[in-house]
């Protein structure tokens, strides 16, 4: 059973169309599991092999294509009427003679949607080089179109439940977080810390449970905070040493990451309690910034300025807009906060934002996942903003 009424995905894809139809793209395939379950539901871990939704002008439903085992699935979770959801044998997986995409080729010509201008998500994580040469080889008239994150863009504004569900993963986030300083400590293992983690992101709150995020915990301690994507060892903490927590909740697929920074022991050095300082404070000023009207890069320039006073600098990003999405990333690829980004702020856009300070062997995060309302934003948790000591 499909998580929306009927009419918003019918309104998604309405959108998507008039999108379409602004790029002269007569037919979308669209491969991105995230936004496959954003025009249909469809809701599964079935990413690691081909499958799509093919959306067209003359279309009323999109076609959901993917391995026969899989259609009941979608049956199961998408809204979509059961001719429009097609499973291929499974002689096309992994397989050296034929492809999934020889059979999508074959249900395009069987709804006359052959010599259309087709639409790919060229940059989509599970559309591959040789997804592309085998339907190029199928349909050798057709003409593909480059359509990478044409949805993606679509999904940037959200609607009311969509928040509904991100403010749940919220709630759940101060749990998650709250679980992961109240287990760090020395001597406690660092996959025993994780353990209790995903525990937590699981489990949710007493009122609603929790999926699993689009990217693992990110905790690294020591020396390596100096960077920001590394993940846990078995080795036990250690005392008068730091540990940078990157970690999410999911709900219905929705997500709401946070960061924090916590030093065990009684000593944190001077430079990661000033960093912590004005960190937080450009984070306050971001936020405060952000609101219907103002562009991207105008919220990070805040940010730019208050670290410059204390003579820091930061080169990459400081936030990226977010909601639905399977693994590798919770990102949606779209909007950044970033110079040049001159994207408009509107209400109902959702960012992560996250100030990284990656240093040669140190480093200190602290991040907010927000909305933008009619007057400003809002974040979906509500924890401290803060170096937390942990003695």
């Not at 040789?130 to 504004?157: I, M």
């Not at 990217?215 to 060892?233: Q, Y």
């Not at 040669?360 to 809002?378: L, P």
């Amino acid at each position: 059973m499909a998580l929306f009424a009927t009419s918003e995905y019918l309104e998604r894809i309405g959108k998507t169309k008039r999108q379409m139809a602004d790029k002269s793209i007569d037919v979308l395939l669209v491969a991105d599991p995230a936004n496959m379950n954003y025009l249909t539901g469809y809701d599964g871990w079935s990413f690691y092999v081909p499958q799509v939704v093919v959306v067209a002008a003359d279309l009323e439903q999109p076609i959901w294509i993917g391995r026969g085992m899989d259609a009941n699935g979608a049956k199961h979770t998408t809204f979509l009427a059961p001719e429009n959801i097609i499973g291929y044998p499974d002689n096309y997986v992994q397989s050296p003679i034929r492809h999934p995409y020889n059979f999508v080729a074959d249900v395009l010509s069987e709804r006359g949607l052959r010599n259309r201008t087709i639409g790919l998500e060229m940059d989509a994580y599970y559309f591959t080089a040789k997804c592309l040469g085998e339907l190029k080889k199928s349909l050798p008239q057709g003409k593909f179109k480059d359509a990478d994150l044409l949805v993606n863009w679509v999904r940037s504004v959200k609607s009311p439940q969509e928040i509904e569900y991100m403010k749940q993963a919220g709630k759940i986030m101060e749990k998650v977080m709250q679980t992961a300083i109240d287990t760090v400590a020395p001597g406690v293992r660092e996959c025993d810390a994780v353990a209790a983690i995903y525990q937590a992101q699981m489990s949710g709150t007493s009122k609603f449970g929790g999926d699993y995020p689009a990217i693992v915990p990110m905790m690294p301690t020591g020396e390596k905070t100096s960077t920001p994507h590394l993940t846990w060892t078995d080795d036990p903490y250690r005392n008068e040493t730091a540990v940078n927590l990157e970690l999410a909740a999911c709900r219905h697929r929705y997500h709401s990451p946070l960061a924090r920074t916590m030093y065990l022991g009684k000593k944190p050095p001077q430079k990661l309690k000033d960093t912590a300082e004005v960190v937080v404070e450009g984070l306050h000023a971001a936020l405060d910034k952000a609101k219907p009207g103002v562009v991207c890069e105008e919220v990070e320039l805040v940010w730019r300025e208050t670290i410059a006073k204390v003579g820091l600098e930061k080169e990459s990003r400081i936030g990226y807009s977010l909601g639905l999405n399977y693994p590798p990333d919770w990102g949606e690829h779209t909007a950044s906060l970033r110079p040049g980004d001159k994207t408009v702020l509107q209400p109902n856009m959702c960012f992560h934002m996250i100030l990284g300070m990656w240093m040669d062997d140190w480093g200190f995060e602290c991040s907010e996942s927000f909305r933008v309302t009619e007057n400003g934003s809002e974040t979906f948790a509500n924890f401290p903003r803060k170096l937390f000591i942990k003695e």
